[in-house]
């Protein structure tokens, strides 16, 4: 190879490797004037979708105590600190209708037996059962034990009872046509299907913020039944119009607002005990 062709490939070797430094130094220099630290929006990976509270069917809880607007409450009061021995088997004969909790101070406690359920009131015998049984532990242990007058208390019970009774209420909405969906995501209400379409199901005593939930079912139904051929209807098969709609929903606050008048607010665990 002669000098010349050598020296040719010399510089253009060295010309190549100018420009590649040049493009180098213009990259840096442009990061340094708009460059950012944060990541590309459209190059960086996608946020988790946020989803809107959603409710859960889950188990009554048990309130941290009694209520005695709903249970039969007897104050225990033992000599020393220490626990109501021989409960296990009062909870073996009643079940989850009993508690026993702590009272203020060391050695006293509150045995209740809930008397308001979805079942009804319980009877007199189990009342009568459940004090003597109560009583008797206590008379082994040497405790004091103060227990309600059980006719008033029963009393009071069957009126809240009969309260009860009258809002113990679900409302339906379905939609007829074929191939209805249910809704996707989780909702405040409950979907059913059915041959011919779905059902949306509201339980009104223990649903929370009821009018808000109401809505979210109306407006569900509204847009299922949207699709070509599709239909919302009541029980009875009849077309539910915007006006069907509200008058329901002027219904159910109306039984909001009986409950809450009497201390008892939907989807709260005092109604999930009530209601259970």
């Known amino acids: 190879m002669s000098d010349l062709v050598l020296g040719l490939l010399v510089l253009g070797m060295l010309l190549f490797a100018g420009v590649l430094l040049y493009n180098r130094w213009q990259q840096r220099a442009a990061q340094r004037a708009f460059g950012s ?14 989803h809107e509270p959603t409710l859960h069917k889950v188990e ?29 088997g009062v909870e073996h004969r009643f079940a989850r209708r009993v508690m026993l909790v702590p009272g203020e101070d060391d050695g006293s406690w509150h045995a209740a037996l809930q008397l308001v359920s979805r079942a009804g009131v319980v009877s007199e015998a189990e009342l009568i059962e459940f004090r003597s049984a109560v009583e008797t532990l206590g008379a082994k242990a040497g405790a004091t034990v103060s227990a309600p ?6 009393e009071a019970a069957r009126a809240l009872d009969k309260i009860c009774a009258d809002s113990d209420i679900q409302v339906a909405l379905h939609v007829i046509g074929q191939g209805i969906e249910p809704p996707p995501d989780e909702q405040p209400f409950q979907v059913v299907r059915r041959e011919d379409g779905v059902t949306l199901v509201l339980d009104v005593a223990l649903t929370p913020d009821l009018g808000r939930s109401y809505e979210a ?18 029980d009875r098969g009849n077309a539910l119009d915007e006006r069907a709609l509200a008058s329901i929903g002027a219904q159910l606050e109306a039984v909001r607002q009986t409950l809450a008048g009497h201390g008892i607010e939907t989807g709260s665990p005092l109604a999930r005990r009530l209601f259970s």
């Open 217 to 234: 079912m109306a407006r569900t139904g509204r847009a299922l039944a949207a699709s070509p051929g599709a239909r919302l209807v009541d």
């Open 37 to 50: 630290s944060h990541p590309d929006a459209l190059l960086a990976e996608a946020p988790v979708a946020r």
């Open 149 to 154: 007058e059980m006719r008033t208390t029963l």
């Open 60 to 88: 009554p809880p048990r309130l941290a105590l009694p209520d005695r607007r709903v249970d039969y409450v007897i104050d225990v009061r033992l000599p020393h600190p220490g626990a109501l021995e021989g409960w296990s």
